[in-house]
Nanobody
């Protein structure tokens, strides 16, 4: 059973950068696509990036495409999310989760509908807080 754990969050000033890590323990890390999500109380949960099993394909939400980069190192069982030019609206809890493949990422307007589209993602980590504030 694959388990995922996020790390690398914290408080950063606007314009700064962070690299989040999602590290897997257990079997099968390289057999799964990994997605990054974020959630805050006002906006709900948002899918922001996803990477295929071998790292050859990446998907991004339009809202983060220019500033976020997802990558993976299967030898280290880790997926990274590099976030540049952080903005206050990036403040959220960030989560990673696994799936067999990456869907086209789209924003789900109604929180109750999130699982209808992203319900195949599993092994959610506990999340890591990112706070962007001066």
């Amino acid at each position: 059973q694959l388990q995922l754990e996020e790390s690398g969050g914290g408080m950063v000033q606007p314009g700064g950068s962070l690299r989040l890590s999602c590290t897997g323990s257990g079997d099968g890390f390289s057999s799964y696509a990994i997605g990054w999500f974020r959630q805050d109380p006002e906006k709900g949960r948002e899918a922001i990036a996803c990477i295929s099993r071998n790292g050859g394909r990446t998907n991004y939400a339009d809202s983060v495409k220019a500033r976020f980069t997802i990558s993976r190192d299967n030898s280290k069982r880790t997926v990274y999310l590099q976030i540049n030019n952080l903005k206050p609206e990036d403040t959220a809890a960030y989560y990673c989760a696994k799936d067999l493949s990456c869907p086209t990422l789209k924003r789900i307007e109604h929180p109750g509908d999130f699982h209808l589209y992203y319900g195949t993602f599993g092994s959610w980590g506990q999340g890591i807080q990112v706070t962007v504030s001066s």
